[in-house]
């Protein structure tokens, strides 16, 4: 019987085969292994399971199966308080879905889950891997170094090139983002731009 790992795997899958803009990023990994990754707490995973996103006929399904597999993941954060704050860290969290340390193992690139809360600026950033936005629920403001800024919602995205800086600001709704790094450095993680 799948689990809910599973299912969230499958409905990543359907998305991403059938939406251009993810296919065309990167191919859906074809090395998956499953892992023994523990679950690991997030203060946001009960406020991603208590969210009643308005339904989108294209992404809604993998919204619900977010949800539903929130418990089990291993959640994660790049940063620390005395970075970022008690507040982001609260409403801010992450998990490596497939990856080289994630619920599926793949060598070819990696695929996040993320998620923002209301009211959060995320602070410029850079990484060596080149990234993918592409946003499953609520909508944020996206600015990137070269790029004009837009307010993304579902089905809509944002690419980011090897170490251009981006930053990201949530207003009165959360966001849920797929997000999938191809290219160098698949197991780094983002660093902050410093003045």
Known sequence: ????????????RALWIGTPSLADFTP????????TQSSSPAPAAQKIMDW???PNPITGALHTAVQKAAHLVNWQFIYTEAEVGRHF????AYFELIGPTGHFHSAQCNAYIGYWGPHLYYPAHHHASEELYFVLSGEA???SDGDA??????????RHA????????????AILT?????GPDLGGSSQLVTA
């Open 1 to 12: 019987m799948p689990t809910p790992l599973d299912d969230l795997l499958a409905h990543t």
């Open 28 to 35: 859906f990994p074809d090395d998956l292994v499953p892992t």
């Open 52 to 54: 009643q996103a308005a």
């Open 89 to 92: 860290l609260d409403n801010y």
């Open 141 to 143: 403001l996206f600015e």
């Open 149 to 158: 800024a837009a307010t993304l919602g579902p089905t809509e995205h944002r």
């Open 162 to 173: 090897s170490h251009q800086p981006h930053a990201m600001t949530t207003k009165d709704s």
């Open 178 to 182: 797929l997000v999938l790094w191809r």
